[in-house]
């Protein structure tokens, strides 16, 4: 089981990439255009993803290899002097939980009665953060932390 949600753990990956692109693209291009259903079902879908990520995440980072486990069995100073433990175990975590706060944030502001424009200009700041932190917070194969991990 564990291998299967690792597989949706990183698939889903591409689903929230291009759903917060969307959603950062169409706040850019808005102009004058009202904030309307579209803008605001694209957020939802993005924030349930995040949300389905972080549960199959808390998954992983409870059973697997990296997390509590690591966590449990090794001295905190050998975790933080290890790049790809420290990132799993901890920068990983912190970053996306941080992310997905952020999705939350920028969709609770699309609700709230304000100008259009406002709305457009605090989802693409709390999106486009959110987009930040998560292109970080990524184990990248090209990166030290996932090489050999792959793509997908």
Request: aromatic share 12%; glycine share 10%; proline share 3%.
């Amino acid at each position: 089981m564990y291998t299967g949600m690792l597989h949706l753990h990183s698939g889903l990956r591409w689903i929230i990439l291009v759903l917060l692109l969307v959603v950062i693209f169409r706040s850019l291009t808005a102009g004058g255009r009202s904030f309307n259903d579209t803008d605001r079902k694209l957020g939802l879908f993005t924030m349930i993803a995040c949300d389905i990520m972080l549960l199959v995440g808390l998954y992983l980072w409870f059973v697997g290899a990296y997390g509590l486990n690591t966590i449990e069995s090794q001295p905190m100073k050998d975790i933080m002097a290890n790049k790809v433990l420290r990132f799993f175990t901890i920068e990983h975590f912190t970053g996306m939980l941080i992310a997905i706060v952020l999705v939350h944030v920028g969709k609770s502001v699309a609700k709230k009665k304000l100008p259009d424009m406002v709305k457009h200009k605090r989802t693409l700041l709390f999106f486009g953060l959110a987009l930040l932190i998560i292109l970080i917070s990524i184990p990248w194969p090209f990166r030290e932390v996932g090489a050999g991990k792959g793509w997908f």
